[in-house]
């Protein structure tokens, strides 16, 4: 279970850092735009809102996994606490 906490660690800081990359290149592309006459197409509010709308999946992805590994983490402590009551019941020939 350890293992695949750190798994689920690794991959979710590589997911994080592939977004914020893909973003930082939204974010330049849409700043890029113009239209026939030269303007910008976008402004501040509007890129934050864009780049809100197409990455929402992608991070609503990333917090699902993020919250995945707390649980599981959570899980594993738990698991941690109930050795060591077992390892001191056998340790001092305690009834269960």
Not at 32 to 56: R, Y
Not at 61 to 75: G, W
């Amino acid at each position: 279970m350890k293992f695949k906490v750190i798994e689920l660690k690794s991959l979710a800081v590589e997911t994080k850092a592939q977004i914020e990359r893909d973003k930082a290149i939204r974010v330049l592309e849409l700043k890029a735009m113009v239209d026939d006459n030269g303007k910008k197409v976008h402004t501040e509010k509007s890129i934050d809102s864009t780049i809100t709308l197409e990455f929402k999946d992608r991070v609503d992805e990333y917090n699902s996994l993020s919250k995945y590994r707390e649980l599981l983490l959570e899980c594993a402590e738990n698991v941690i606490e109930y050795v060591n009551v077992v390892k001191l019941h056998i340790n001092n020939n305690l009834p269960f």
